[in-house]
C-alpha cells in the first residue's frame, strides 16, 4: 500500500493544494470528530452539519470503556482534538481515510527540549491511511489562513458589501450569515427541535442528520451523549428549513416512528414557536413565583401561564400584576381530595402541559403525581439529600453550613426522590445569620427552578430511570 499523503502547509501562510482537497473532503464525506472541545470539536461538528455531511461526536475518553475504534472505523474524515498523546492508533481507522490531528501535547524529549506530538500515532497510521496531518506543521498554518479569511468575511459584512463564498453570493446581512459566508435559515424562520433517547448503536446521527436533510432541513443546534454506564444515547437537533419556509412536522413524525421503530427510540418532536401552557402553584412565598412570572413577561421563558393556583389568597396580587388569573383553591387535610379534583379539572380544561411547584407548601397524593409525571417541577430548599422538613436555614445555620443549595426536580410519588434538572449552589460562611441565609436561599432556589422550567418548555432535558440527561 502506498504512504498516506501528508497534508502538510506548502507555504506559511497560505492554503496549498494538499488543504484545498482536505477543505473539499470535508463538504463530501462522512465525519467523525473526537474530543468535544469549544475550540475544535463542536466548531468542527457544526461545520460538517452545515456542509449537510454525517457527523458523529465521540468523547476522547470512550476508549476506556466501550472501545473508540466502534465509532472511528466508518469515518472518511477523521478529526481528533482530545488532548491525549496516542489515542487514535492503526486499528481504529479504515484504510481510506483522511485524518486531521489537532492534538497539542507538550513532550520532554531525551535531549531535554520541549516538542509538541498529537493524539494521533502518526508513524502506526501513515502508511495505512489515504492522507494524514503531521503535529507540528499540519493545521496550524490553515488555522491562520482562515482566520485572516473570517476577519475579511467580517469587515465586508460590516462595511455593507456582498460576501462572496465559492458559488454562494447573499446579501450582507449578519443575521443570515454563519461562519465561512454560509447561508442559514432566515431569521423568524420556524425552527423545530427533535429529542432522542436509544441504545447506542452505530448510525443513529447518520439517520437522523440523513432524515433532516432530505427535508430540506438545515440543523440549527446538535448535542448528543453516549452514557458508558447504561450503554443509551441522548441527542437533541433543532433545525429549520433552509429557505425559511413552514415546517411540516406531521411528515417529520411519520418518518421518525420509522427511525424510533429501528432503533427503538423514545423521541419527542416539538415547535419552538409553542409556548407551553403553565400553572404555577404557590403558598405564601413570593420569590419563585415573582421571579417567574418576571422572567416570563420578557420573553426568557416560553410559557403561557394560564392561571397560579395557590391554598392561600395572600399572592393574588402578584398575579394581578402581571395579568394573571389567580385560582384559590382551599386545602385542608379533610378537604385534599375535593381540592386535587379541582386543580385537575383546572388542568383538563386549560389544556396545561406545565405544573411547577414554585414553593407549593403541600404534599401532593400520589394519584396526582402519577397523573402529572413528566409535567410537574418541584422546587426543593436544599441540595438534594438534606435538610428537611421546616426551617432548613436554621438548620443550615444551627451546623455551621459553607454551603446554601436548591434543587428543581420533577415530582413524583417518592417525596422529593424525582429525576434532578438542576441544582444551584451559593458559598456562605459563619457570618451570616438565619435570616441572611434564607436570603440566599431564596436566591439560590429561584435562579435552579427557572433554569428548570426554561429547560423543559426548551425540549432539553431527557429522563433515563430515576436521572436526567440535560442539554442546556
Known amino acids: 500500500m502506498a504512504a498516506a499523503r501528508v497534508l502538510r502547509a506548502e507555504r506559511p501562510g497560505l492554503l496549498g493544494?494538499?488543504?484545498?482537497?482536505?477543505?473539499?473532503?470535508?463538504?463530501?464525506?462522512?465525519?467523525?470528530?473526537?474530543?468535544?472541545?469549544?475550540?475544535?470539536?463542536?466548531?468542527?461538528?457544526?461545520?460538517?452539519?452545515?456542509?449537510?455531511?454525517?457527523?458523529?461526536?465521540?468523547?476522547?475518553?470512550?476508549?476506556?470503556?466501550?472501545?473508540?475504534?466502534?465509532?472511528?472505523?466508518?469515518?472518511?474524515?477523521?478529526?481528533?482534538?482530545?488532548?491525549?498523546?496516542?489515542?487514535?492508533?492503526?486499528?481504529?481507522?479504515?484504510?481510506?481515510?483522511?485524518?486531521?490531528?489537532?492534538?497539542?501535547?507538550?513532550?520532554?524529549?531525551?535531549?531535554g527540549r520541549v516538542h509538541m506530538v498529537g493524539d494521533v500515532d502518526y508513524a502506526s497510521l501513515a502508511p495505512r491511511v489515504r492522507a494524514?496531518?503531521?503535529?507540528?506543521?499540519?493545521?496550524?498554518?490553515?488555522?491562520?489562513?482562515?482566520?485572516?479569511?473570517?476577519?475579511?468575511?467580517?469587515?465586508?459584512?460590516?462595511?455593507?458589501?456582498?460576501?462572496?463564498?465559492?458559488?454562494?453570493?447573499?446579501?450582507?446581512?449578519?443575521?443570515?450569515?454563519?461562519?465561512?459566508?454560509?447561508?442559514?435559515?432566515?431569521?423568524?424562520?420556524?425552527?423545530?427541535?427533535?429529542?432522542?433517547?436509544?441504545?447506542?448503536?452505530?448510525?443513529?446521527?447518520?439517520?437522523?442528520?440523513?432524515?433532516?436533510?432530505?427535508?430540506?432541513?438545515?440543523?440549527?443546534?446538535?448535542?448528543?451523549?453516549?452514557?458508558?454506564?447504561?450503554?443509551?444515547?441522548?441527542?437533541?437537533?433543532?433545525?429549520?428549513?433552509?429557505d425559511g419556509s413552514p415546517l411540516d412536522l406531521d411528515i417529520l413524525s411519520q418518518e421518525m416512528r420509522v427511525l424510533a421503530d429501528k432503533?427503538?427510540?423514545?423521541?419527542?418532536?416539538?415547535?419552538?414557536?409553542?409556548?407551553?401552557?403553565?400553572?404555577?402553584?404557590?403558598?405564601?412565598?413570593?420569590?419563585?413565583?415573582?421571579?417567574?412570572?418576571f422572567r416570563n413577561s420578557i420573553g426568557e421563558l416560553n410559557l403561557d401561564v394560564v392561571a397560579v393556583v395557590s391554598n392561600?389568597?395572600?399572592?393574588?396580587?402578584?398575579?394581578?400584576?402581571?395579568?394573571?388569573?389567580?385560582?384559590?383553591?382551599?386545602?385542608?387535610?379533610?378537604?385534599k381530595p375535593q381540592a386535587e379534583a379541582a386543580l385537575?379539572?383546572?388542568?383538563?380544561?386549560?389544556r396545561v402541559d406545565l405544573v411547577v411547584l414554585a414553593r407549593y407548601m403541600q404534599i401532593l397524593s400520589d394519584d396526582l403525581c402519577k397523573r402529572l409525571e413528566g409535567r410537574a417541577i418541584n422546587i426543593h430548599h436544599s441540595m438534594l439529600p438534606s435538610f428537611k422538613g421546616a426551617k432548613p436555614y436554621h438548620q443550615a445555620h444551627a451546623r455551621g453550613v459553607k454551603f446554601i443549595g436548591a434543587t428543581a426536580h420533577y415530582v413524583t410519588a417518592d417525596l422529593d426522590e424525582g429525576p434532578i434538572i438542576e441544582q444551584e449552589v451559593i458559598r456562605v460562611d459563619h457570618s451570616l445569620g438565619p435570616d441572611q441565609l434564607a436570603a440566599c436561599g431564596r436566591e439560590a432556589e429561584s435562579r435552579a427552578l427557572a433554569r428548570a422550567v426554561r429547560w423543559h418548555s426548551e425540549n432539553r432535558i431527557a429522563v433515563i430511570g430515576n436521572r436526567t440527561v440535560v442539554f442546556p
Not at 209 to 232: K, M, N, P, R, W
Not at 269 to 287: E, G, K
Not at 344 to 350: A, K, R, S, V
Open 344 to 350: 385537575l379539572d383546572l388542568i383538563g380544561e386549560e
Open 132 to 242: 494524514i496531518t503531521p503535529v507540528p506543521g499540519g493545521v496550524g498554518p490553515v488555522t491562520d489562513v482562515w482566520l485572516l479569511h473570517n476577519t475579511v468575511l467580517a469587515a465586508r459584512v460590516l462595511a455593507g458589501r456582498p460576501v462572496v463564498d465559492g458559488r454562494r453570493i447573499c446579501p450582507s446581512r449578519p443575521d443570515r450569515i454563519a461562519p465561512g459566508g454560509m447561508m442559514t435559515a432566515p431569521v423568524g424562520a420556524q425552527h423545530g427541535v427533535l429529542l432522542l433517547s436509544c441504545p447506542d448503536a452505530p448510525g443513529i446521527v447518520h439517520a437522523v442528520t440523513g432524515l433532516l436533510a432530505g427535508e430540506e432541513c438545515t440543523i440549527v443546534q446538535s448535542q448528543q451523549f453516549g452514557s458508558a454506564t447504561s450503554d443509551a444515547f441522548f441527542m437533541r437537533v433543532e433545525f429549520a428549513h433552509v
Open 17 to 111: 493544494g494538499p488543504q484545498r482537497e482536505l477543505t473539499r473532503s470535508l463538504g463530501l464525506a462522512g465525519i467523525v470528530v473526537v474530543g468535544r472541545s469549544n475550540n475544535v470539536g463542536k466548531p468542527a461538528i457544526s461545520l460538517g452539519y452545515e456542509r449537510q455531511t454525517t457527523v458523529e461526536s465521540v468523547d476522547g475518553w470512550a476508549d476506556r470503556t466501550i472501545g473508540i475504534g466502534r465509532h472511528t472505523r466508518w469515518a472518511d474524515v477523521l478529526i481528533v482534538a482530545a488532548g491525549k498523546v496516542g489515542l487514535i492508533k492503526a486499528e481504529h481507522v479504515g484504510e481510506n481515510a483522511v485524518v486531521i490531528d489537532v492534538g497539542i501535547n507538550p513532550q520532554t524529549g531525551v535531549d
Open 263 to 293: 432503533f427503538d427510540m423514545i423521541w419527542q418532536l416539538t415547535d419552538t414557536a409553542r409556548r407551553l401552557r403553565a400553572v404555577i402553584m404557590v403558598s405564601r412565598f413570593a420569590h419563585c413565583l415573582n421571579d417567574l412570572l
Open 312 to 335: 392561600h389568597p395572600d399572592l393574588g396580587r402578584i398575579a394581578d400584576s402581571f395579568g394573571v388569573p389567580f385560582r384559590h383553591i382551599p386545602l385542608t387535610k379533610d378537604t
